[in-house]
Structures are given as C-alpha cells and as structure tokens.
C-alpha cells in the first residue's frame, strides 16, 4: 500500500533539520501519537550524514479488534531515518520502519523544501507492506491509520515547538 502525507511547517529548512533531529523533539511527538519511546538515538554522520534511530511501543487501539489478538496490547515499534545532507537547499531521508515480531515493513523518503514565504515543506513518500497471510490488506490498513495518526501528530507538536523555540 502507497502512503504519502505533506505537512507545512512554519520555518526554514535549517530549523525545522534541526527540530526534527532534537530527541526532544521526537519524543515530544511520539508522546502526542501516543507512543511510549523505549530509545531515541540521534548519530551525526560524515558528509553530513544524520542518522535518527527510535524504538517505542504503540497502543493497538487502531489496530481492528479482530487482529489484536495477533499483536497484542501493543506495537514495539523500530524505525530508522538517514539524513543527507543539504543540496539546494532541501533534504531528504530515508526511513524504514519495522514492527518486531509481525511481517509489517514500511520504506519510504521524507523530503523537506524551501516553500514560498520562508517556510519549509515535508513530503512523505512511503510503502507499507504486510505479509500477513489472509490478513495482509487489513493490517496495511492498520497501518496506515496509524502512520497518518503520527504525521498529524508530528504536525500539531512542530508547531507548538517552532513558536516556543
């Protein structure tokens, strides 16, 4: 299933780089999603490589009833985002997430542009695959909701965090 999400944000690229990549930051959105974060690990890389590595446990309550007892009350949650560095401007990162123990696998590109008026814009391009057999399509659905339930969330905490900060 192909998933994309756009959010607006309310500075330049920089800032919102560095927002993004503040474990404060991540843990402040990944509370508002409802996640439990286990370990937020923020590696500055060579060549201006940035990796964010989280783990964090999820409530399945968006999870349909019939398939929580597969998953249990909650979904251990990895995912992994590579930055590169800045070229024109924008960046862009890879992100792969995973949910240990289940087929479920997500891969997808965040992509963060200059916008008219000094902002900055995210665009999230990404693929949820379930192999899940008989099940496979509800679960992506799952899914789904619940990634779009993040991009909100990340959405609603980056703006109340670039007007404090």
């Known amino acids: 299933m192909r998933l994309s999400a756009e959010v607006r944000y309310p500075a330049d690229v920089a800032t919102v780089t560095a927002m993004l990549s503040d474990p404060a ?3 402040a959105k990944l509370r508002e999603a409802g996640a439990t974060p286990e370990r937020i690990t923020v590696t500055p890389g ?3 490589l940035t990796t964010i590595a989280v783990r964090a446990l999820i409530p399945t309550a968006a999870v349909p ?3 929580r ?11 992994v985002e590579v930055w ?19 087929a479920v696998r997500m891969t997808g590109t965040m992509t963060l542009s200059p916008d008219e008026g000094g902002g900055g814009t995210g665009r999230f391009a990404s693929v949820v695959k379930a192999s ?3 099940f496979g399509a509800a679960v992506e659905n799952g899914t789904a909701t619940a990634l779009r339930e993040a991009v909100s969330a990340e959405a609603r ?5 670039l007007t404090r900060h």
Do not use: Y
């Open 65 to 67: 009833a019939h398939l």
């Open 157 to 161: 905490v980056a703006r109340d965090w």
């Open 84 to 102: 590169e560095d800045a070229e024109a401007g924008a960046r862009r990162a890879t992100v792969a997430v995973e949910i240990i123990g289940t």
């Open 25 to 27: 930051f991540i843990d």
């Open 132 to 134: 899940v057999p008989l």
């Open 69 to 79: 007892s597969f998953v249990g009350a909650h979904l251990d949650v990895r995912q």
């Open 46 to 48: 060579a060549g201006g």
